[in-house]
């Protein structure tokens, strides 16, 4: 009887270790546990640095019209463990080179009431833990609808979390600080802020979601390589603290159509104890495919100012008409139309900012409102489809393009889709031949309003492959992307390098719809800016819109150095000095850092950061041997300590440094600033001053 107790025993232990799997990362940081529980659930945890970061946490999607979920009654059959080490170079960056460095555990698991396979595979980097659903192809597997995803994310305390409430068709929110069992009461408050209010839990929230412990470690929940499958939220159980995945619903109700083989996105865990390490992390970009474009000499960094800040603040309109009802009664002959006399996209308009870029350095500029049809969107029906082909009377397309070649400045094209997604998808060969036969390389795009077909959301499955569908085509005629009111990127930029931008995030033209709060800036690149680069569109130097507009009484919550600053620390190889000529020229001190700023990069030292606080950051400028520095500030006044450790030893620079003033104050005093000019080397320190909503830029250039 001892023995066979004793062999039981021994069985027992072997059969439960079997379950259990422990995957380190690289160097060790990192340890993650899967294991089966009693009824066949998955289930994993993960700790840093000995200190555990996610509790136990359940694994699985619900199905639709399925007796059977692939929830639980799983065994392992099979696991297999491999290391990956590479180093790739991306065409455009924060940096020139980037480590793929991680450990892999892939688990085969069978369901045997249904004898269905489903993988889960892991991967462990030094920065945090990817981990999807993977169909194999199989008999009892092929087509089925994801009623919703079930990966949970367990809490180990009642964290800081800086977050934006969950909603299906918008980003455009500001974050909100605070512990996780206070977001149930604060949820509300901040729907009231917005518009769109597809609230689906009163705990639901959208990633990148940045949160703190108590203890120091930082922690971000996010996804990658999201195709075709739903965008996703998590929903929080505010009891035991436990963040769950909740998919975008298409107009049915469903979370996702899907054919084996196939898999989900990656849904992503970046962790540190230091919060610069979060941005620095290029995990989301690693768990995305290699680029697809082979050759991508036509894919370049631009800088660029627009027809666009004078219609956000209502100096000037989109439309050339007010004439609502002639047009939508059909008449299109716009020579019987009344100009309104307020329409930025004029030939002669266009052209004061194509000399202003050409006398600034500048690679483009974006018109916004040339083509017809804003006067019916505007006046009468949000259901109206545009062509992206029929200029209006007073924009001259060929003319502009060739005067505009003649400066040496490209022009960038916009389509705005109205939310019609499948008016843009017929459209979309003629408007991208018609931009390539027009001299157009990059197009801004847009989906304001309610998608049609209706009830359609922004981030659903159907949706998200639309705006796939969309950077593919675009690649094909050699045409750069910047996607607005698209789903958030996570890291498909990597797989199509011709994505250089997105909006997916509230962005400057709030601050012209009332305002932002002077902190947005350093909650950004920890949450939006995590899966991509943000068209932010900085550089604003009028804080006062009402001076633009006399009817808008707004007031941008930044000082012209926080202004400049963004142009470092909000990273994107696509870069608009957003604000107008007049007010550039009423400043060309400050307005020489935003010339002289690089968009492209090489090497970058994140030296400070604190979510919601500041973030201090340089940059070393592409194919130089040049140095950008940028600091954003929030609400409370603080001293940067910094050293230029960064430098080249042996090598003198001149460091041009724009501070604000010891006055200056977002709402109050938001112009005044200093510019000094110190020698450097990697030896140097410096202590600056950032005011409430404020901040510093410095451009170290090596003395020949």
């Known amino acids: 009887m001892k023995n066979l107790f004793f062999a039981s025993l021994v069985l027992f232990a072997v059969s439960t270790i079997a379950k259990a799997q422990q995957l380190k990362s690289p160097e060790g940081k990192f340890v993650m546990e899967f294991s089966l529980q009693s009824d066949g659930t998955p289930t994993y945890n993960l700790k840093y640095k000995n200190k555990e970061v996610i509790k136990t946490s359940k ?65 462990l980097f030094d920065d945090g833990l990817g981990f999807r659903y993977e169909f194999p192809a199989q008999k009892n597997l092929t087509y089925f609808v994801i009623k919703e995803e079930r990966s949970q994310f367990a809490m180990t305390g009642d964290h800081t979390a800086f977050w934006i409430p969950g909603d299906y068709d918008t980003q455009e929110y500001d974050y909100t600080k605070s512990k ?22 009163p705990t639901g929230v959208q990633t990148s979601l940045m949160l703190k412990t108590a203890d120091g470690i930082y922690i971000n929940l996010h996804e990658a390589a999201l195709i075709d499958y739903s965008c996703m939220h998590l929903n929080l159980d505010d009891k035991n603290l436990v963040f769950e995945s909740w998919l975008t619903p298409d107009a049915k109700g469903d979370k996702g159509h899907m054919q084996a083989p196939n898999h989900s996105p990656w849904r992503t865990i970046i962790v540190s104890d230091d919060a610069r390490e979060i941005l620095a992390s290029k995990m989301t970009y690693n768990l995305n495919d290699p680029s697809k474009i ?31 009802p002639t047009v939508q009664l059909g008449v299109t002959d716009f020579a019987k139309a009344k100009p309104n006399g307020t329409h930025g996209a004029n030939n002669a308009n266009v052209k004061k900012y194509i000399d202003f870029a050409a006398a600034n350095g500048f690679d483009a500029v974006l018109v916004e409102g040339w083509n017809e049809g804003w006067e019916d969107w505007f006046g009468h029906s949000k259901d109206y489809v545009f062509d992206f082909l029929t200029p209006y009377p007073d924009f001259d397309v060929k003319g502009l393009h060739e005067y505009a070649k003649s400066k040496g400045v490209k022009i960038i094209m916009h389509h705005e889709t109205s939310g019609s997604v499948r008016n843009y998808e017929r459209h979309m060969d003629a408007a991208y031949k018609f931009m390539k036969d027009n001299g157009y390389d990059a197009v801004k795009s847009g989906y304001v309003g309610d998608i049609l077909p209706r009830g359609e959301n922004h981030y659903s499955q159907w949706i998200v492959n639309h705006y796939q569908y969309a950077i593919e085509k675009a690649a094909d005629y050699k045409i750069m992307v910047n996607a607005h009111e698209a789903v958030r990127p996570t890291g498909i930029a990597r797989t199509y390098p011709n994505l250089i931008g997105n909006e997916a995030a509230r962005g400057t033209e709030y601050q012209a719809f009332g305002g932002s709060k002077p902190n947005h800036v350093t909650v950004l690149p920890f949450t939006r800016l995590i899966g991509g680069p943000m068209d932010y569109t900085p550089g604003i130097f009028e804080m006062d819109i009402s001076k633009m507009n006399p009817d808008n009484k707004s007031h941008v919550n930044s000082t012209i150095c926080n202004q400049l ?91 041009t440094i724009y501070a604000d003033a010891k006055d200056a104050h977002y709402k109050t005093n938001p112009q005044a600033y200093t510019i000094k000019k110190i020698a450097v080397t990697n030896k140097s320190k410096l202590s600056q001053f950032s005011a409430p909503g404020g901040g510093y830029a410095i451009s170290i250039i090596e003395t020949k």
């Open 59 to 123: 694994l699985g999607l619900e199905l639709k019209d399925d007796k059977k979920s692939l929830l639980n009654d799983f065994t392992v059959v099979d696991t297999k463990t491999s290391t990956f080490d590479e180093t790739w170079k991306p065409v455009w960056g924060e940096v020139d080179q980037i480590r793929n460095h991680y450990n892999e555990l892939a688990v085969t698991l069978n369901q045997k009431s249904t004898d269905r396979q489903i993988v889960i595979r892991f991967r």
């Open 180 to 201: 996780l069992s206070e977001i149930r009461g604060l949820s509300q408050k901040a729907y009231t802020a917005n518009v769109s209010q597809k609230s689906f839990s």
């Open 294 to 324: 082979d050759n991508t000499s036509w894919i370049k960094p631009i800088k660029y100012v627009g027809v666009w800040w004078e219609m956000i603040t209502g100096k000037s309109s989109w439309s050339y008409t007010n004439d609502y």
């Open 565 to 655: 600053a963004l142009y470092v620390t909000m990273y994107s190889p696509l870069q608009m000095a957003a604000d107008t000529p007049e007010n550039y020229n009423r400043f060309p001190d400050a307005f020489q850092f935003i010339k002289d700023v690089a968009v492209d990069w090489s090497e970058s030292k994140y030296i400070e950061a604190e979510p919601g606080d500041f973030i201090t950051v340089a940059r070393k400028a592409k194919g130089t041997n040049n140095w950008f520095v940028g600091n954003v500030n929030g609400e409370t006044p603080r001293t940067s300590n910094i050293d230029f450790s960064f430098l080249e030893k042996g090598k003198k620079y001149t460091a």
